[in-house]
């Protein structure tokens, strides 16, 4: 035999052992495996280093993103509860002030028993008052304004308190509510220990936005309306366009949904969603005239006292063959309004 044949050989001779080690190396593998599976009842399944790797890497990216939903899901919470405690503050204030309705309403006796002192253009009358014993009370006036004016308003104001004090007391009642529901969330938000579960959570209370599709971002459409909330935490829409007047009007109101509009001139058409069991605050369709002035062309007319008409949704109708926005009112109240910029400014920033 030749070396060049004989190396060949040699080499053939190495292949096939080394063949015949490994598929008895595999055999006695798989026969441990098959003996521990039948004592144990326990199947084993062989991971490579790489499986394992990437298992840990899974992990942890898994924990990564239940840490960073749960700080979105605390930023919303958060921010929910502190547009709720504003509102409890603001309007536990006004239930007090309206709470002492009898006080402003005794103001207005004393001021219409000594009225035969008053005299036009006084800033302010120091009377006695019988229901301290004839101490002496002094009670501030508006120089610019008529005394029977002022006193007229002050017997108007201690109506208005009074009748104020029950829905006050409801809308605080439920900030309250609200309140307590939104710190249950967070807490739930602080013990869930999985993705799904807080995923479930924070649709269930609509938390945090959906991610964008990347590819229809460039497709996504600006709303057509902007979006207010009152002190007392009413949603208010407001028209961009004439195409937006009208899904605001027609689409998303509803029968008894209030609606405004500043009277004689172009402007937003304004909606204030009604809440179930919840009736709508004279502050609230305050802000919403306010809104319907500042959404108009009458915008920069700070002194002058605007008109703005407020009726429910079902009394609003579109006009036939007329452009988008065109519409008819049956029955409504008109309110007198002067815009308030600072107002608005406390309006945008909730």
């Keep these: 035999m030749g070396f060049v044949p004989f190396v060949y050989a040699a080499i053939r001779a190495a292949a096939k052992h080394s063949k015949r080690v490994s598929l008895r190396s595999m055999q006695n593998e798989s026969s441990k495996n098959k003996i521990f599976e039948e004592r144990f009842g326990e199947k084993i399944t062989m991971k490579t280093e790489r499986d394992i790797h990437i298992g840990m890497e899974g992990a942890h ?139 479930s959570l924070q649709r269930e209370h609509q938390l945090v936005q959906q991610k964008p599709n990347a ?33 605001v009007t027609f689409k998303m109101g509803h029968g008894d949904d209030l609606w405004l509009h500043i009277h004689g001139t172009a402007g937003s058409h304004v909606l204030i969603k009604k809440q179930k069991n919840m009736q709508i605050d004279p502050e609230t369709i305050a802000d919403a005239a306010h809104l319907a002035i500042y959404f108009s062309k009458e915008r920069s007319q700070l002194q002058k006292k605007h008109e703005v008409i407020l009726c429910e949704r079902r009394e609003v109708s579109r006009m036939k063959k007329m452009p988008p926005g065109k519409v008819t009112v049956r029955t409504s109240k008109t309110l007198c309004i002067v815009l308030d910029p600072q107002r608005i400014e406390a309006i945008k920033d909730r």
Aim: proline share 3%; charged share 30%; aromatic share 6%.
């Design 61 to 199: 990216t898994n924990t990564k993103d239940i840490s960073e939903e749960k700080k979105r899901s605390r930023i919303a919470v958060k921010k929910k509860l502190k547009r709720l405690r504003k509102g409890i503050q603001e309007k536990q204030q006004s239930l007090e002030e309206a709470q002492n309705w009898q006080g402003t309403q005794h103001l207005a006796d004393l001021l219409k028993a000594h009225f035969y002192m008053l005299q036009e253009g006084m800033s302010s009358i120091t009377i006695p008052d019988w229901e301290k014993e004839g101490a002496l009370v002094e009670i501030p006036l508006e120089p610019l304004v008529p005394l029977d004016t002022q006193l007229k308003a002050l017997y108007t104001t201690a109506k208005k308190q009074k009748k104020a004090i029950l829905p006050l007391q409801k809308i605080v009642q439920h900030l309250h509510d609200e309140e307590g529901k939104w710190e249950k969330v967070l807490t739930q938000i602080e013990s869930t220990d999985t993705l799904e579960a807080l995923e």
């Design 215 to 247: 590819s229809k971002v460039s497709q996504k459409q600006p709303l057509a309306y902007h979006v207010f909330y009152s002190a007392s935490h009413h949603t208010i829409y407001v028209g961009k366009s004439a195409e937006g007047n009208d899904f």
